[in-house]
């Protein structure tokens, strides 16, 4: 198989994936992130305990669709050399596209149901293999988005400059990490199914064609009538 069907098999299994995956992320979108609303009030009060959570929603902004949080200080803090105190009038909101959730599993799946395979078996255990990769960090992406976008505003009052892991990996997932880490899971997903890296198949031997060694072994052949 040449170089150029293999290509032309990737992008045709890539554009069919894209047609089921992307419109069905679209539609699962509002409702899978009302269900994990849960999860990411959870995850948010672990990633920055100094911040309470009153109230964690999807919601419409400006036409678009988001998932908003409004904290507060949840106890004594220090920034810099700034010393916080819980105060109920104290209240700050960020949000973030709901849209961003579904950024990394749709990478997953998409490359992993591109990927090479010999039978639909597989396929269907890469993209398993994958969700699952996937779901470990759905419940703490938004949530870790959020909560950076909040303590930016206390950093950016008290202590500019300031360097903060979470901000880190904020500015990594908003900037195409998602899409990144998504296309690493799908890939981890189907070296895992596989064993290997995809093999381009070569084609059958002819059953016409004999080996050198067995043509040497069965001697000259005579044409013709006896000498």
């Not at 009302?34 to 929603?57: M, S």
């Not at 892991?165 to 500015?171: E, N």
């Not at 880490?181 to 064609?209: D, E, I």
Request: net charge positive.
């Amino acid at each position: 198989m040449s170089g150029r069907m293999v290509g032309w098999a990737w992008v045709r299994r890539a554009l069919i994936g894209a047609a089921v995956v992307v419109p069905g992320a679209a539609l699962i979108a509002d409702p899978l992130v009302g269900w994990l609303i849960p999860l990411y009030r959870l995850a948010f009060e672990t990633l920055v305990p100094e911040l309470r959570v009153l109230a964690l929603e999807t919601t419409s902004q400006g036409g678009h669709h988001v998932v908003l949080a409004k904290v507060t200080l949840a106890r004594m803090t220090v920034i810099g050399q700034t010393v916080l105190w819980p105060d109920a009038r104290g209240i700050a909101t960020a949000s973030t596209p709901l849209a961003h959730a579904l950024h990394m599993p749709t990478a997953a799946l998409l490359v992993s149901a591109a990927w090479p395979a010999a039978s639909a078996g597989r396929v269907a255990a890469r993209v398993l293999l994958a969700v699952g990769l996937a779901a470990v960090w759905i419940p703490v992406d938004v949530p870790a988005v959020l909560a950076a976008n909040l303590w930016r505003i206390l950093l950016d009052h008290h202590a500019p400059g300031a360097f903060s892991p979470l901000l880190v990996w904020a500015g990594f997932v908003s900037g195409g990490g998602r899409w990144m880490l998504g296309a690493a899971m799908g890939v981890a997903a189907a070296l895992a199914v596989t064993g290997r890296t995809p093999v381009r198949p070569q084609p059958p031997a002819s059953r016409l064609s004999a080996s050198p060694a067995a043509r040497a072994d069965r001697g000259p052949v005579r044409r013709g009538g006896t000498p």
